[in-house]
């Protein structure tokens, strides 16, 4: 089970970090990943970071404004999240990978947060 927090309204430029934490002793084992979602859109890949946090691998749209880590002692993933622009505006889910290399793919995540709310305003 995932569990997301963090999100809220911010302006343009500002920075917010969200949250993951997962339940069971698995979590050290996966690969997890952020995704994104606007009402009416496909859900979208931002991030995932490998199970060991050796690789992380970026969407073009947030490379460079975006970071994603895990503390595995912890159990929780981090989404910090800097120069946000108003199309950054969505839904956030973190999500856990079937195998512990990361991907791009939702269909390679089988298991997914509730969601939390990120709002950019201009």
């Known amino acids: 089970q995932l569990e997301e927090s963090g999100g809220g309204v911010v302006q343009a430029g500002g920075s917010l970090r969200l949250s993951c934490v997962a339940s069971?002793?698995?979590?050290?084992?996966?690969?997890m990943g952020w995704f994104r979602q606007v009402p009416g859109n496909q859900r979208e890949f931002v991030a995932y970071?490998?199970?060991?946090?050796?690789?992380?691998y970026y969407a073009d749209s947030v490379k460079g404004r975006f970071a994603i880590s895990r503390d595995n002692a912890e159990n929780r993933v981090y989404l910090q999240m800097n120069a946000l622009k108003p199309e950054d505006t969505a839904v956030y889910y973190c999500?856990?990978?079937?195998?512990?290399?990361?991907?791009?793919?939702?269909?390679?995540?089988?298991?997914w947060g509730q969601g939390t709310q990120v709002t950019v305003s201009s």
């Open positions: 069971g002793d698995m979590f050290r084992f996966y690969a």
């Open positions: 970071i490998n199970w060991d946090a050796r690789r992380t």
């Open positions: 999500a856990k990978n079937k195998a512990i290399e990361g991907d791009t793919a939702s269909s390679r995540y089988d298991s």
